[in-house]
């Protein structure tokens, strides 16, 4: 009888180690959806984040913002055909300011990453969209400049998330720039420049901007910072004040509309 009963507890005893190999095996999957349920993805194209560095947007994401290919004027920016330096617009009426440069046009993926962080306020991407800017000015710009200024933020969100602010302090650290973000301040609310008729952009901004008194400006060198621009009526107002005060103003925005 001894044997049998032998027998029996080795089958017992296998049957347990079997049971405790199921047990691991279904362990380390249920380990294996939990990473992947909670597991960060990109914002975009939904992919895990998993390399160094990444932060709601993977590197392949980030690395398919590139610089606009298209010919745009030498001035105000606008995008126009192959083999023209400036545009007539400039020609006829010269902006206010010395030259305005965007990153790219405002379109997919750059238009969704600046969405994501100015609406959905995820401040990580602050970094990115910076690193943008810094690009612009060490590859497409000569000059002397001796300071930051970011386009104001409207009354309703002064005390809140200020995007265009948050990124200027960034570029401005990096140039070892000095940062005025009290320079220009903006005195009204006003509708969003999209969505209103050519006529209505022209005045909606009127008298929206102001300029803080007291500040020498005379032959200082300005970088001006906005995310998007459409009709350029934003930049423009704000690069008069500066220039009334003697400042040389450059623009810089990280996308802008085709029309």
């Known amino acids: 009888m001894a044997p049998v009963h032998f027998s029996c507890c080795q089958r017992f005893s296998g049957f347990l180690k079997s049971g405790e190999r199921i047990g691991r095996g279904c362990s ?26 990444e932060k709601i947007i993977c590197r392949d994401c980030q690395q398919k913002v590139r610089p606009a290919a298209e010919n745009q004027c030498r001035r105000c920016g606008k995008f126009i055909p192959a083999g023209v330096e400036i545009c007539g617009s400039c020609l006829l009426r010269p902006p206010p300011f010395q030259r ?13 990453i600046i969405i994501l962080y100015k609406y959905g306020e995820l401040e990580p991407l602050k970094t990115f969209l910076a690193s943008l800017y810094l690009d612009m000015v060490r590859s497409r710009l000569t000059g002397d400049f001796q300071a930051v200024v970011p386009v104001p933020a409207d009354r309703q969100r002064r005390h809140g998330f200020m995007p265009v602010r948050a ?65 350029g009526t934003t930049i423009g107002k704000c690069a008069a004040l500066l220039g009334k005060k003697g400042a040389r103003v450059t623009v810089l925005t990280l996308a802008q509309s085709r029309f």
Not at 177 to 195: D, Y
Not at 210 to 228: F, Q
């Open 28 to 53: 380390a999957a249920v380990r294996m959806a939990v990473v992947s349920l909670f597991q960060p993805r990109c914002r975009l194209c939904q992919s895990d984040l998993v390399m160094a560095g």
């Open 167 to 231: 990124m200027g302090r960034l570029l401005a650290r990096e140039l070892r720039l000095e940062f005025l973000p009290g320079l220009l301040r903006k005195t009204k609310s006003t509708p969003p420049q999209v969505g209103l008729t050519q006529a209505q952009r022209k005045t909606n901004l009127d008298g929206a901007f102001a300029l803080a008194t007291g500040r020498n400006l005379a032959g200082k060198g300005i970088l001006l910072i906005d995310d998007v621009t459409t009709t």
């Open 100 to 112: 305005h440069v965007s990153y790219a046009a405002y379109e997919h993926p750059l238009r969704e």
